[in-house]
C-alpha cells in the first residue's frame, strides 16, 4: 500500500537558518508525483514544490529545494534562510500513476525562533 | 485569477443531521478532490471528480457523498451526521495529472454536536 511517512512530529529553528524536514514513502508504482504542502494556522493548503518520479534533477522553488534519492525512496524539504513566516505545518504527499489522490503524511510542525 | 472557493466557511451541526458543503475550482480546472483533515486521522482523501465523474474514493462510508457539475463546480454531502465526522473539509482543484501541484480552498470546519 502507498504511504508517506514523515517522523519528525515538530521542528525549531532559528531564523536565517536552514532545515530540513523529512519524508519518506512507499510505493510499487513506477510513476508517481511528490508535493510538499505548508498549512498555515488559518488552514489553507499551499503548494510549495513539486518533484516527479523520472525527474532527474531536484527540484527547487525559491528557498525551497527537494533533496530526492529514489534508491531510499525519500524526498525531503530543505527550507533555506528560514523566516519567522514559516512557521507553520508542513505536510508531504504523494501522487500515483493517474488520477488525482494524494495521500499525505502526518506532517511535521516548524517553528521558526527569533 | 481567483482561487478555490469553499463555502461556508465554518458550520455547526447536530448529530443526525445532514450537511452539504460546496466548492468552486479555479476557472479552467476540471478535477476536484475532496479531503477530511482531523487531529486523529491526519489529511484522508474523500474522492476525486473530473468531468462531472467520479474516479476514485476513499475508504469512507456511504454516508459521504459528491458529485460535480458541468461548471466544474463540486459539493460533497454527509447525511446522518456523527461527532467524529467533525473536521476541516478541503477541496482541491487542478489541471488533471498537472505536475503543478493541487490548489486547495481555505477549508470548512465541520462542527458535528
Known amino acids: 500500500a502507498q504511504k508517506i511517512t514523515q517522523t519528525q512530529p515538530g521542528m525549531f529553528v532559528q531564523e536565517k537558518e536552514a532545515v530540513t524536514l523529512d519524508c519518506t514513502y512507499d510505493?510499487?508504482?513506477?510513476?508517481?508525483?511528490l508535493f510538499w504542502y505548508k498549512q498555515p494556522s488559518s488552514g489553507e493548503m499551499i503548494f510549495l514544490i513539486y518533484?516527479?518520479?523520472?525527474?532527474?534533477q531536484n527540484a527547487t522553488e525559491g528557498r525551497y529545494s527537494l533533496n530526492f534519492q529514489k534508491a531510499r525512496k525519500s524526498a525531503n524539504l530543505v527550507i533555506s534562510a528560514s523566516q519567522l513566516g514559516d512557521s507553520a505545518m508542513y505536510f508531504c504527499?504523494?501522487?500515483?500513476?493517474?488520477?488525482?489522490?494524494?495521500?499525505f503524511g502526518t506532517g511535521t510542525r516548524l517553528q521558526v525562533f527569533p | 485569477k481567483a482561487g478555490v472557493t469553499q463555502t461556508p466557511r465554518y458550520l455547526i451541526k447536530t448529530r443526525g443531521q445532514q450537511v452539504t458543503l460546496s466548492c468552486s475550482p479555479i476557472?479552467?480546472?476540471?478535477?476536484v478532490s475532496w479531503y477530511q483533515q482531523t487531529p486523529g486521522q491526519g489529511l484522508q482523501f474523500l474522492f476525486e471528480?473530473?468531468?462531472?465523474?467520479?474516479?476514485n474514493k476513499g475508504n469512507f462510508p456511504g454516508r459521504f457523498s459528491g458529485r460535480q457539475f458541468s461548471n466544474s463546480r463540486s459539493e460533497m454531502n454527509v447525511s446522518t451526521l456523527e461527532l467524529g465526522d467533525s473536521a476541516l473539509y478541503l477541496c482541491?482543484?487542478?489541471?488533471?495529472?498537472?505536475?503543478?501541484?493541487?490548489?486547495f480552498g481555505s477549508g470548512t470546519r465541520l462542527t458535528v454536536v
Open positions: 482541491a482543484s487542478s489541471l488533471a495529472g498537472t505536475r503543478y501541484g493541487y490548489t
Open positions: 510505493t510499487s508504482d513506477q510513476s508517481y508525483g
Open positions: 518533484q516527479g518520479s523520472y525527474d532527474e
Open positions: 504527499a504523494m501522487r500515483e500513476g493517474s488520477g488525482d489522490k494524494l495521500i
Open positions: 476557472s479552467g480546472h476540471r478535477s
Open positions: 471528480y473530473f468531468s462531472e465523474t467520479q474516479r
